[in-house]
């Protein structure tokens, strides 16, 4: 049984990797006015984030349309028996309820579609490992199994710089009173149950990164093999010197710097930082 892996943009693995790796994509788009693109095809994160600053409107997002995904799923069809599709957090956006419809109309391919409840590298992360054991002959089950058991340890916190984004794309989920008082702060968010919850109010960015820091090293700290992930939203630099401080203190993490792209940064505003991870 050949089975192909199929993902959204926002996992936002690069294009070689992709290739390398045989990971199929469906885009996510953003719009800005009449102009929509899509993600990781038309539009490169650095642009998009120019783009938003020198734009009047914010940008909206959308999902990839079930006829793109059907399409996607037929093409498929003429070299793999099956595909197994990771999808951005159901809680957050249709892409997942898109390509199961969308596999429930094809009698072409077997499609098995599972919900990442989480999103960008973090996401990746299921992928990558699922593209590996397709490359090595599992079969979907196999690879689905695994995916479960990934969830048991993989995590992901982040902080924004301004949460009116995520409120205004109706995306942090909470009473509107927790809301109001939460836009004083800066709480570190994470997922539960699908949905992106405030983990802990914070008063500061600098004390948010601290605890975010705090909860990579909590598990790191019990010396298991890991992957880790810093996921930033046009800040490399910064990015890339918590990596370095985190990779001299945890030199059996292996880390990789990701980005929020531009779907995933409409709804957290530039200088959004995360940090992903799971035990191998
Ligand atoms: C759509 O229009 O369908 C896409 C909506 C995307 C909402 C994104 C909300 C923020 C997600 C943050 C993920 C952080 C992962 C570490």
Redesign the pocket.
Same mark, same amino acid.
């Given at each position: 049984m050949k089975t192909a892996i199929l993902t959204d943009s +926002?996992a936002y693995i690069p294009q070689e990797v992709r290739e390398r790796c045989h990971i199929h994509m469906v885009p @996510?788009s953003v719009t800005f006015g009449n102009e929509t693109y899509r993600e990781e095809i038309d539009l490169t994160s650095a642009d998009f984030y120019d783009m938003v600053r020198g734009a009047d409107d914010l940008p909206? +997002?959308? #999902?990839p349309s079930i006829g793109i995904i059907t399409e996607k799923l037929e093409q498929l069809s003429q070299s793999y028996d099956a595909v197994v599709a990771i999808h @951005? /957090?159901s809680g &957050? /956006? =249709? +892409?997942y309820q898109s390509t199961v419809s969308a596999g429930e109309m094809t009698d072409d391919i077997q499609v098995h579609v599972f919900d990442s409840e &989480? /999103?960008?590298? *973090? #996401?990746g992360f299921y992928v990558l490992e699922a593209a590996e054991m397709a490359e090595n002959g599992a079969t979907p089950e196999q690879i689905m199994q695994r995916l479960k058991e990934m969830k048991q340890s993989l995590r *992901?916190y982040?902080m924004v710089d301004d949460l009116t984004h @995520?409120h205004r =794309?109706g995306?942090l989920s909470g009473a509107q009173k927790v809301v109001g008082s939460l836009l004083q702060v800066k709480p570190v @968010?994470h997922?539960v149950d699908t949905k &992106?919850v405030p983990y802990e109010k914070i008063r500061t960015s600098k004390k948010a990164l601290k605890r975010v820091k705090g909860l990579l090293e909590e598990v790191a700290a019990e010396g298991k093999p890991m992957k880790a992930t810093i996921?930033h939203a046009n800040r490399e630099e910064d990015a890339e010197k918590l990596m370095a401080e985190l990779q001299a203190s945890y030199p059996h993490v292996e880390f990789v710097i990701s980005y929020?792209g531009p779907? &995933?940064g +409409?709804?957290?505003g530039e200088g959004a930082l =995360?940090i =992903?991870w799971y035990q191998k």
């Open positions: +926002t @996510l909206k +997002t959308s #999902q @951005l /957090s &957050i /956006s =249709g +892409t &989480i /999103s960008c590298m *973090a #996401q *992901a982040f @995520l =794309g995306r @968010l997922f &992106i996921i929020f779907v &995933i +409409t709804h957290l =995360g =992903g």
